[in-house]
């Protein structure tokens, strides 16, 4: 069974500064899907990384992907209130179709 | 555009009693799972399917059953409800054949057990 950690479990941020998810992954993949929720709503995909050294980027957040280390980022660039929510990352097994999930990571934003 | 349609939104259990989550994609997704989702927990994978009569255990399944009867339904029936099932659950749908496909999420639906 493939075990994800994320980290931080929380992070307050002021606007304006940068940051850092952390993902890591147990057994060897190279699927991995971030994810983010708004309180009370469903998850809402947001990048697809499907290879090493992969990289996506979307207006303030950037993922990459590094299957060696097993390891994917989420990094938020001058952060704003709008993206205060809770970021999920998860895996998938090279075999097999299950989606494992980290236990996520709660962003707020502070003005 | 449904996409992943889960009802009921909401739901009040008492100790013993069973139900029925229901969870219908119009995708032509060939894999389909539930999830739970509780504090500090992130999501557990419940059950999951890859087709139309083929289900599998996740990490948490017992107090669970699936059923895949067709390609769009895959409903989670609690056998016999307990306090430690009260939580949201999502059902979540994606293409198998393709690696880029990500999961699409329903609503999810909020039980709580007294």
């Known amino acids: 069974e493939l075990k994800v950690e994320q980290n931080p479990l929380f992070l307050s941020m002021q606007e304006g500064k940068n940051y850092t998810i952390y993902c890591n992954y147990s057994?060897?993949?190279?699927?991995l899907y971030w994810y983010r929720q708004d309180p009370g709503k469903s998850l809402e995909s947001l990048f697809v990384l499907l290879s090493n050294g992969a990289v996506k980027q979307e207006g303030r957040l950037m993922a990459s992907l590094d299957t060696k280390a097993r390891l994917s980022t989420l990094h938020i660039t001058a952060a704003v209130h709008d993206l205060s929510a809770t970021y999920f990352c998860a895996a998938r097994p090279n075999t097999g179709n299950q989606f494992y999930f980290g236990t996520g990571t709660s962003l707020t934003v502070i003005p | 555009n449904a996409g992943v349609t889960q009802t009921p939104k909401f739901q009040v259990l008492k100790t013993g009693q069973s139900m029925t989550l229901q969870c219908a994609q119009d995708m032509n997704h060939e894999y389909m799972s539930w999830y739970r989702q509780d504090p500090g927990m992130g999501l557990r994978l419940i059950h999951y399917s890859v087709g139309a009569g083929i289900t599998d255990q996740g990490e948490v399944p017992n107090g669970y059953n699936v059923s895949r009867s067709t390609t769009e339904d895959f409903p989670l029936r609690l056998l016999s409800a307990a306090p430690s099932q009260t939580s949201v659950y999502f059902c979540?749908?994606?293409?198998?054949?393709?690696?880029?496909?990500?999961?699409?999420f329903g609503n999810g639906t909020r039980l709580t057990v007294t």
């Open positions: 057994t060897t993949s190279d699927r």
């Open positions: 979540a749908s994606s293409y198998s054949g393709g690696r880029w496909s990500p999961l699409h």
